[in-house]
Protein backbone atom coordinates (compact mmCIF):
# COMPACT_ATOMS: atom_id res chain seq x y z
CA UNK A 1 0.00 0.00 0.00
CA UNK A 2 2.80 2.02 0.88
CA UNK A 3 4.26 1.45 -2.55
CA UNK A 4 0.66 2.76 -3.90
CA UNK A 5 0.96 5.78 -2.64
CA UNK A 6 4.63 7.30 -2.88
CA UNK A 7 5.91 5.40 -6.40
CA UNK A 8 3.98 5.39 -9.69
CA UNK A 9 6.41 3.08 -11.57
CA UNK A 10 5.23 0.05 -9.13
CA UNK A 11 1.75 -0.57 -10.62
CA UNK A 12 -1.34 2.00 -10.14
CA UNK A 13 -1.15 4.60 -7.70
CA UNK A 14 -3.46 5.58 -5.09
CA UNK A 15 -4.81 8.05 -7.63
CA UNK A 16 -5.71 5.27 -10.08
CA UNK A 17 -7.22 2.81 -7.93
CA UNK A 18 -9.66 5.50 -6.67
CA UNK A 19 -10.48 6.87 -10.23
CA UNK A 20 -10.86 2.61 -11.14
CA UNK A 21 -13.19 2.34 -8.32
CA UNK A 22 -15.61 5.29 -9.44
CA UNK A 23 -15.30 5.55 -12.69
CA UNK A 24 -14.14 2.55 -13.88
CA UNK A 25 -15.31 -1.15 -15.80
CA UNK A 26 -13.44 -3.70 -16.27
CA UNK A 27 -13.29 -4.75 -19.49
CA UNK A 28 -11.01 -7.59 -19.53
CA UNK A 29 -7.68 -9.37 -18.71
CA UNK A 30 -4.62 -9.95 -20.87
CA UNK A 31 -2.47 -13.25 -20.49
CA UNK A 32 0.32 -11.30 -18.76
CA UNK A 33 -2.25 -10.34 -15.77
CA UNK A 34 -2.68 -6.59 -16.85
CA UNK A 35 -6.23 -5.52 -16.24
CA UNK A 36 -8.06 -2.93 -18.67
CA UNK A 37 -10.20 -0.55 -17.98
CA UNK A 38 -13.06 2.33 -19.48
CA UNK A 39 -14.77 4.74 -18.00
CA UNK A 40 -18.83 4.51 -18.59
CA UNK A 41 -18.92 7.05 -21.36
CA UNK A 42 -16.16 5.14 -22.87
CA UNK A 43 -13.96 8.19 -23.56
CA UNK A 44 -11.22 7.02 -21.65
CA UNK A 45 -9.60 3.72 -21.57
CA UNK A 46 -6.21 2.53 -19.27
CA UNK A 47 -4.57 -0.43 -18.12
CA UNK A 48 -3.16 -1.21 -14.91
CA UNK A 49 -0.03 -3.08 -15.47
CA UNK A 50 -0.04 -6.59 -13.10
CA UNK A 51 3.90 -6.14 -12.26
CA UNK A 52 6.69 -3.32 -13.74
CA UNK A 53 5.21 -0.50 -15.53
CA UNK A 54 6.51 -1.37 -19.17
CA UNK A 55 4.17 -0.21 -22.36
CA UNK A 56 5.51 -2.88 -24.54
CA UNK A 57 3.80 -5.49 -22.16
CA UNK A 58 0.70 -4.41 -23.61
CA UNK A 59 0.26 -6.69 -26.61
CA UNK A 60 -0.72 -5.32 -29.88
CA UNK A 61 -4.56 -6.36 -29.69
CA UNK A 62 -5.03 -4.65 -26.48
CA UNK A 63 -2.88 -1.80 -27.81
CA UNK A 64 -5.40 -1.56 -30.51
CA UNK A 65 -8.39 -1.21 -27.70
CA UNK A 66 -6.60 1.21 -25.74
CA UNK A 67 -5.65 3.80 -28.66
CA UNK A 68 -9.33 3.34 -30.34
CA UNK A 69 -8.13 1.75 -33.13
CA UNK A 70 -10.35 -1.16 -32.37
CA UNK A 71 -13.78 -0.92 -31.05
CA UNK A 72 -14.09 -4.49 -29.42
CA UNK A 73 -12.21 -5.66 -27.13
CA UNK A 74 -9.63 -8.53 -28.63
CA UNK A 75 -10.78 -11.99 -28.10
CA UNK A 76 -8.49 -15.46 -28.32
CA UNK A 77 -11.01 -16.38 -31.07
CA UNK A 78 -9.77 -13.29 -33.03
CA UNK A 79 -5.81 -15.18 -32.75
CA UNK A 80 -4.71 -16.68 -35.75
CA UNK A 81 -2.67 -19.81 -35.15
CA UNK A 82 0.11 -18.37 -36.98
CA UNK A 83 0.59 -15.77 -35.26
CA UNK A 84 3.37 -15.70 -32.15
CA UNK A 85 2.83 -14.75 -28.78
CA UNK A 86 3.75 -11.49 -27.77
CA UNK A 87 7.39 -10.50 -26.95
CA UNK A 88 7.92 -7.07 -24.84
CA UNK A 89 11.18 -4.60 -25.57
CA UNK A 90 14.47 -6.87 -24.82
CA UNK A 91 16.71 -3.96 -25.28
CA UNK A 92 18.62 -3.65 -22.28
CA UNK A 93 18.65 -7.54 -21.32
CA UNK A 94 20.77 -10.07 -21.99
CA UNK A 95 18.55 -11.20 -24.75
CA UNK A 96 18.36 -8.27 -26.70
CA UNK A 97 19.57 -8.27 -30.09
CA UNK A 98 23.47 -7.76 -30.57
CA UNK A 99 25.18 -7.00 -34.62
CA UNK A 100 28.40 -7.83 -32.74
CA UNK A 101 27.29 -11.12 -31.41
CA UNK A 102 25.52 -12.18 -34.32
CA UNK A 103 28.48 -11.58 -36.20
CA UNK A 104 30.57 -13.98 -34.58
CA UNK A 105 28.20 -16.47 -34.15
CA UNK A 106 27.88 -16.40 -38.30
CA UNK A 107 31.65 -16.72 -38.23
CA UNK A 108 32.04 -19.66 -35.45
CA UNK A 109 29.66 -21.60 -37.38
CA UNK A 110 31.49 -21.36 -40.75
CA UNK A 111 34.43 -22.24 -39.26
CA UNK A 112 33.11 -25.30 -38.25
CA UNK A 113 31.52 -26.31 -41.73
CA UNK A 114 32.99 -29.46 -42.59
CA UNK A 115 33.54 -28.75 -46.42
CA UNK A 116 37.14 -28.30 -47.37
CA UNK A 117 37.99 -26.23 -49.95
CA UNK A 118 40.52 -27.85 -52.99
CA UNK A 119 43.66 -26.19 -53.83
CA UNK A 120 45.42 -27.37 -56.53
CA UNK A 121 48.46 -28.80 -54.71
CA UNK A 122 46.81 -31.25 -53.30
Not at 11 to 31: A, E, K, M
Not at 86 to 99: C, E, K, M, R
Request: proline share 4%; no cysteine.
Amino acid sequence: MLREIFTWWNGQTIGTRIWSYFNGVLVGTDDQGNKYYKNKKDTKRWVIYSSLVESTLVNPEWNNWLRYTSLSKPSESEKHDWQINHVPNLTGTDAAYDPENSKKEMKSVAKNDDYKKWSPKD
